[in-house]
């Protein structure tokens, strides 16, 4: 039995499993990164113009889903009091499991920002490569790192370790509140952290093309 966060109970065992990484969307996903890869490399005149073109129809496909409201998301937009909380219930889209309005936004963006950094060759184009080029170490690289310093902060702050991975509000030690602005900051060091270990991986990915393990991640 399923609902509508991507929870499975198995044969009424009364144990729950959730599905993060469903087969479908991922491997599409994954599937039309090394497909514009290779028109990327065949085509790189083509390159800005070809994604700007699709980012935006993939935003307005998000858009006209959004509105219509009777697909792509399991959470469907919810007008609020406000206009910034009527624009945030309209971004609110499922990432775990990922729904075709989360990916159209998604890959939209990212194709937008890769236009932008073609067509302009900013500085920060260089750092997004940066994460690119080892974009899976990276993943791997991210998780523990945030887990582990959230349960070190934790402990330090409050006596007391918890795995906010799989925490729920009434796990959270005593006094403890979510703060918006505390976890932009986090977010920002530790991507500062982790650009560093990237740039190393991605040196020694280059470098040692005779390792083939080196090459997956």
């Not at 624009?87 to 889209?93: K, R």
């Not at 991975?165 to 952290?193: C, F, H, K, N, Q």
């Amino acid at each position: 039995m399923r609902d509508q966060t991507g929870s499975f109970e198995v044969f009424n065992s009364g144990y729950d499993f959730f599905i993060a990484y469903p087969l479908l969307p991922w491997p599409g996903v994954m599937l039309l990164g090394y497909l514009f890869g290779g028109l990327y490399v065949k085509y790189p005149q083509h390159i800005v113009r070809w994604s700007a073109l699709l980012g935006f129809a993939s935003l307005c496909l998000f858009v006209l889903l959004r509105v219509w409201g009777h697909y792509g998301d399991p959470s469907p937009y919810v007008g609020q009091p406000t206009a910034i909380l009527s624009v945030l219930s309209f971004l609110n889209v499922s990432k775990y499991p990922a729904s075709l309005q989360f990916v159209t936004v998604m890959l939209g963006l990212c194709l937008l920002l890769l236009a932008f950094a073609q067509r302009f060759q900013f500085w920060g184009a260089s750092v997004l490569s940066t994460f690119g080029r080892v974009s899976l170490f990276f993943y791997l690289l991210h998780i523990p790192l945030i887990n582990l310093s959230s349960q070190l902060w934790l402990a330090l702050s409050y006596g007391r370790a918890v795995n906010m991975l799989t925490a729920s509000s009434s796990d959270w030690p005593e006094g403890y509140e979510p703060v918006l602005w505390r976890a932009y900051l986090v977010w920002a060091v530790l991507l500062g952290i982790t650009y560093f270990f990237c740039r190393a991986y991605g040196q020694l990915k280059s470098t040692r093309r005779d390792i083939w393990l080196l090459r997956w991640i």
